[in-house]
């Protein structure tokens, strides 16, 4: 298996983890040093982002993947999210994976919905 394979394998699996509620599975994928760069609130540990998406993943009523990418231990995942309460979100996700782990997570998406369900700490 190539690094290239071994890094979309990774990603996908934790993509498909938390999108069928499998949030420990997902989390598993993890690595413990992982940083994450997110639009909204802070995750300084993975068990942090971890908790953070077993409270926000039950939201999720429809995932529709949309793009993958993948190259080296670098990936990327676009794709729709229909939220209860907040509708249609588009997030584009860059991983970096090392030791077949996730180490860095880049997350961009519109946080207008969120901020006015107040999802965002300390808005």
């Known amino acids: ?14 993509h498909r983890g938390w ?21 909204v609130n802070d995750y300084p540990t993975a068990e942090s982002f971890a908790q953070a998406l077993a409270g926000f993943g039950p939201l999720v009523t429809s995932v ?10 670098e990936a990327m995942l676009l794709y729709d999210l229909d939220v209860k309460g907040l509708g249609k979100m588009r997030v584009a996700e860059h991983f970096t994976v090392k030791d077949g782990r996730i180490s860095r997570l880049r997350q961009i998406h519109d946080t207008m919905g969120l901020r006015e369900a107040g999802f965002v700490r300390g808005a």
């Open 1 to 14: 298996m190539t690094e290239t394979d071994e890094t979309r394998s990774v990603v996908l699996a934790y």
């Open 64 to 73: 529709d993947l949309l793009s993958e990418l993948a190259e080296g231990n």
């Open 19 to 39: 999108t069928s509620r499998r949030y420990a599975d997902a989390a598993g994928l993890l690595a413990s040093d992982l940083r994450v760069d997110v639009p």
